[in-house]
C-alpha cells in the first residue's frame, strides 16, 4: 500500500485548509489568541502523553515485555 495521497485525499485536505483559513480571517483577535493557546495546550499535552507513553515502552523493554 502506498503512503502517496489520492485526489480525494488532497481534495479533502485543501477543503480543511480553506475552512481553517476562513475561520482565522473571521476570528476577532481575541478568539484568535484563545484558539492559539489552546493549541498550545493541546500540543503540550499530547507530548506529555508521548513521554510517557515512550517511558512506558523502555520500562516494559528493559523488564522484558512486550
Known sequence: ????PTATDRID????Q???V???QDQTPDEAAQESVEKED???E???DVDRLEE????????GGP
Do not use: F, V
Open 1 to 4: 500500500m502506498s503512503d502517496t
Open 13 to 16: 485536505t485543501a477543503e480543511r
Open 18 to 20: 480553506a475552512e481553517d
Open 22 to 24: 476562513q475561520r482565522q
Open 42 to 44: 493541546i500540543e503540550e
Open 46 to 48: 499530547e507530548q506529555a
Open 56 to 63: 512506558i515502552d523502555a520500562a516494559l523493554t528493559e523488564n
